[in-house]
């Protein structure tokens, strides 16, 4: 075995911290900060000098992919040979060291060589309060691996991976993620209107909102924007076709008629709560919806702006036998037949979330159908200033609100209108749900329920009340709830793939980036503030097409 320059990953705490092994003949000597200490024999032939740049805590420099995370076991060695290759085995002063570990960790030594390591040092440094909490948790013995490009810390990630059941000195091996400032808005032209997703306290209709009354979108979009794999049918009067997600528009079916058209036969009603579920995002026109990936299922249930419980029914029935997760129904009805209430038993139990607006009544103890069976997502409408809508109906069966006084989204012709009602803050939750879906698959209607009431922002009154349910909804909060595991750096748009779309957001902001980088340039991956070949190359590494 080659000489070697080593110090002792466990044993860098308190006095013993960036412990330097030294060896001569049959023993060696540690040379720590209390002095010179014989231990057991090591490792022959003989160390002959102390590498002081691998005793240093690692630089403060910017995390990238080309950097490898390595926790070691307690009571591991780091060494360096004489031609630079790194070694990690057990500590042969606390253990017999077996073939088995010398063979493995040659092994480890020549992957390293191959892989074009640059750097490896312990990752943190030493803190100066609750040092046995940072021993307990293992901190002391993580090590950082640099090498030259993300392709071969990738690979190196994979063979360690390998390594790990036979190497002893290994535990865990991962990627340094990369991360920075988050959650810039998107580029739509209308998205300073939409309060709800945003409220930077911008007036409206003469009201001066209040800042952070809205949905938190923004916290959501920085997790996901959504999945073409997650369906919303969209059971209302009908969805006109519209350039912000006409090209997620499903074949739809109309109840009351018996064919397949779906034209908005009621005033934009249901072309507007599409936009606000699901509209484009960061397309740089119009506005932003909720979830801007999702497919959208239109189902008619009405003539005009009026129709039947049946004809509702009917389309859940629809809905769920054409692949719908989420049903949005922008509705309302005062009786409540038994037929809408089975039908919606019915759907809820083959596992679909059914979400209804409360009502437009103002009643106190007047929540409409279907909102007010219990197997759906009763939702009522605030406004910019975080107060129940005067005409949003209340009672007992609300869940929470979301914002439905004057939002902002699509109209026929492809135009944008303002629109109030609890069918405005309906689709709010729906696309919440939809995010959700889209990082927990197997969401079911009774968890999606006490996620987004445990997660809502309390509003009016302290605690639950019949005004406003658990409070306003939070999507970024309901969507951490589920502990998403976080978007791959090369996923620019978020949308849970690393394909074409982030190419050509990368490629569009090639060169230096202008102005406050972390808010304009979505390409930057390494947080470099400039959009390069490295930054290619990252996004490469995270390729899935």
Known sequence: MPDFEQISITRRVASVFATAVVMSGASATAVTADGPAVVPPLLDPVLDSVLDPVLDPAPDDLPTPTRVLIRTAPDTVLAFDRDGGAWLYPDPARTRLTMTDLMTARNLRDDFVAAGLVDLRPALGVPEVAIDAYVERGLDRWLVATFDSPVQAAAMVVDLAGLAPMAAAIEIVELDGVGGVAAAPPDDTWFPLQYGMRNTGQNVSGIDGVVGADVNALAAWDWTIGSSDVVVAVLDAGVDWHEEYESRLMAGWNVPDGNDSFVDECSSHGTHVTGILGGEGDNAQGIAGVSWRCGLLP???????????????????????????????????????????????????????????????????????????????????????????????????????????????????????????????????????????????????????????????????????????????????????????????????????????DFGILLGSWGVCPGDCEEVCRGDINLDCRVDGVDLGLLFVDWTG
């Open 299 to 501: 189902v008619v249930v009405t003539d005009g702006c009026s129709g039947y419980e049946s004809w509702v029914a009917d389309g859940i029935l629809w809905a769920v036998d054409h692949g719908a997760d989420v049903i949005n129904m922008s509705l309302q009805y005062s009786t409540g037949t038994q037929m809408l209430a089975d039908a919606v038993a019915w759907a809820d139990e083959a596992g679909v979330i059914q979400v209804a607006a409360a009502g437009n009544t103002g009643g106190i103890d007047d929540v409409q159908a279907p909102a007010r069976f219990p197997e759906t997502i009763a939702v009522a409408a605030t406004d910019n200033t975080d107060h129940r809508w005067s005409s949003s109906s209340a009672g007992p069966e609300i869940d929470l609100a979301a914002p439905g006084w004057r939002v902002y989204s699509c109209a026929s012709n492809f135009n944008y209108v303002y629109k109030s009602g609890t069918s405005m803050a309906a689709p709010h939750v729906s696309g919440a749900l939809a995010l959700m879906l889209s990082v927990d698959p197997d969401l079911d209607p009774v968890t999606a329920k006490v996620v987004l009431r445990s997660t809502a922002e309390d509003v009016e009154s302290v605690g639950f009340d019949h005004l406003t349910g658990s409070g306003r909804l939070d999507v970024g909060a309901a969507v951490l709830a589920l502990d998403p595991t976080p978007p791959a750096a090369g996923d620019l748009d978020r949308d849970g793939r690393v394909n074409g779309r």
